[in-house]
């Protein structure tokens, strides 16, 4: 289980041990954007409410391949946008989205899996056998965030970056129910001057270590 801040590295970590595992990869941030996109769609505000709910039930989410699926929409490109990022932590730090979404990700644990998000380790996943919490500096997982979207040729401002890294970071670790949060007996491993290569071979040492 890999959790940790925005921009850490822990999506791609996560995605390059469970292909050397052999493990199912489990991006459970993918489905916190996928209900916020949702709940944007339907212009339904962050607060519990009936049609909070009426979504919470009819929400479908599934990954084929490396897509992310909304019932039979691929919504892996929409659920990475800057609106997306700005409210996600808004409806996440709901209690009713917590619970409603904490069965669908027990679900896909089944024959074991590698998880990365921010409450694997502390709420979700509490018995896994290997816990890592991902960790480096906001400056590193802005610039990280800054150079993905220069390569995929969108407008980026570095500043406004560290801005909404350090928002997220507030709001996350600031939250009542499931607090972004190093498990107790979770591995810190700070990312901030190692390659990703390095990072991956890490946590391959601690994966072989169990
Ligand atoms: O990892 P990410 O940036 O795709 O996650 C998006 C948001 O989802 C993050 O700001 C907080 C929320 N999240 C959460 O509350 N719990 C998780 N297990 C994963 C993500």
Redesign the pocket.
Known sequence: MLDGP?GAG??TVAQEVSRRLDLPFL????I??AITLVMLRRRIPAEDSPQLQDALRDFSVSFEGGAVMLGDEDVTSAIRTPEIDGA??SY?ALPAVRSALLGIQREQAKNGLVA?????GTV?FPDACLKIFLTASPESRAMRRYEERVLKGEPADYGEILDAVNR?DGL?SGREI?PLRRAPGAILLDTTDLTFDQVVDRVMEYAEGV
């Open positions: 925005a822990k999506s991006d459970t941030g993918a916190y954007r996600v932590s996440s990365e998000g921010r409450d694997m979700v997220r996350d499931a």
